[in-house]
């Protein structure tokens, strides 16, 4: 699935490349123009553009990807042995140190009054989850419908699944959290009568098989509230 969305990249970034050169969408003209010269002519028209280093790595990165993949797999027998991008020629990303939000921002953010401004109660219920369990962002949209379970104490805990380890995982709630998932419980179930496998579904009559995407939106209405 990563090698299949790294391809369709790298599909997109070969029509700036295109446009760059003036290349028409034709791949025999494509080929006959595709040389090592007008590759490093390209990484060399890349660096002096006013996009982040970060971003100039992902262009000439997505079209090393495409050349290696259809040298390795032996899609165009026509391509020449030389137009390639080698090892050490993409831009160097730099690694920054993660960046915490300040106490006090996240004092604000996590005040219940603050919380009550966001628009719907979906968001608010997610943002409580997100902020008293540390989640991230793919694992809270993810959840079941019923998440919670009964550690061995009878304590309420929440399992859900790790997708960076890919495994499962439980995390101890507290009441406030399980008051969200209460809340949220309920909603799905007024909206989805005959049932609904996620916590946070995506939004829509037909949509219920699907996990929600991040409430992006909503967030914008709540900074500007």
């Not at 996009?51 to 997505?62: D, G, L, N, P, R």
């Not at 259809?70 to 027998?77: D, F, K, L």
């Not at 949509?207 to 967030?219: A, D, I, K, V, Y």
Request: net charge positive; with cysteine.
């Amino acid at each position: 699935m990563r090698q299949t969305a790294r391809l369709c990249d790298a599909h997109k970034r070969t029509f700036d490349f295109c446009r760059y050169k003036h290349i028409a969408h034709d791949v025999d003209e494509f080929l006959e123009r595709l040389t090592r010269e007008l590759l490093e002519d390209y990484r060399a028209h890349v660096r002096t553009l006013s996009w982040s280093v970060k971003h100039k790595h992902s262009v000439i990165s997505a079209m090393k990807v495409l050349l290696d993949e259809v040298r390795a797999n032996g899609w165009e027998p026509r391509l020449p042995p030389t137009a390639a991008y080698y090892k050490g020629e993409i831009p160097v990303t730099r690694k920054s140190l993660p960046r915490a939000v300040d106490e006090h921002v996240m004092r604000q953010i996590e005040a219940p009054e603050n919380i009550a401004r966001l628009p719907y109660p979906t968001t608010r219920n997610m943002v409580t989850v997100l902020i008293r369990t540390s989640l991230r962002t793919i694992d809270a949209t993810r959840l079941p419908f019923d998440p919670v379970v009964l550690d061995a104490a009878g304590s309420p805990v929440l399992l859900y699944y790790n997708h960076k380890l890919k495994r499962e995982a439980t995390r101890p709630i507290d009441d406030l959290v399980l008051n969200a998932i209460r809340s949220q419980q309920d909603a799905v179930a007024a909206r989805y009568p005959d049932g609904c496998p996620w916590l946070f579904p995506a939004g829509g009559r037909l949509n219920r098989n699907f996990p929600s995407r991040p409430h992006l939106g909503n967030m914008g209405a709540w900074k500007w509230a």
